[in-house]
């Protein structure tokens, strides 16, 4: 039997299961409490007693521009397109909210996300409100890539 997953929009109740998926990816929870459920969508497995998270990734809304951040797939269900599937729903999401561009940090997936049609910019270039938010100002090291992609060029 093929186990299947599926996308919907997070929920506060998500919070949790979230959590623990990102300290388990080792990626920072500060902050997803505020956006879980107004920005994020998670995956769930569908075969399993009751439908489990088993990945998550959030936009987060500054002016006309988002923050793509908390992008996590448990180990076990990794390599199955869940990620890819993620991202794209939150750039559907971004653009049919209107939004121009989003940015991201990534320490160690910039070719992943390159594959998905980001591209690297220079810190420099980011948004000023992008910038202050606590992702850029602190939660992830100087050394993290940059990048982003504009919304009108994304296919879905």
């Known amino acids: 039997m093929k186990v299947e997953f599926w996308?919907?929009?997070?929920?506060?109740?998500?919070?949790?299961?979230?959590?623990?998926?990102?300290?388990t990816c080792g990626l920072p929870t500060s902050g997803v409490e505020q956006h879980l459920a107004e920005s994020y969508a998670v995956a769930l497995a569908t075969a399993a007693a009751s439908d489990h998270v088993?990945?998550?990734?959030?936009?987060?809304?500054?002016?006309?521009?988002?923050?793509?951040r908390s992008v996590a797939v448990l180990p076990a269900w990794q390599g199955r397109?869940?990620?890819r599937s993620l991202v794209r729903d939150r750039l559907a999401w971004a653009k049919q909210a209107g939004l121009d561009g989003i940015?991201?940090?990534?320490?160690?997936?910039?070719?992943?996300?390159?594959?998905?049609?980001?591209?690297?910019?220079?810190?420099e270039e980011v948004p000023d409100e992008i910038k202050a938010c606590n992702e850029f100002a602190s939660l992830c090291p100087k050394s993290a890539t940059a990048m982003m992609i504009r919304l009108g060029e994304h296919s879905g």
Request: charged residues 20%; hydrophobic residues 50%.
């Open 7 to 23: 996308i919907r929009k997070a929920l506060r109740t998500d919070l949790g299961p979230v959590g623990d998926l990102l300290v």
């Open 54 to 68: 088993i990945g998550v990734a959030g936009v987060e809304v500054y002016g006309g521009q988002g923050l793509l």
């Open 103 to 123: 940015y991201l940090l990534t320490i160690d997936a910039a070719g992943y996300f390159k594959r998905l049609g980001f591209a690297g910019v220079d810190r």
């Open 81 to 83: 397109a869940v990620s």
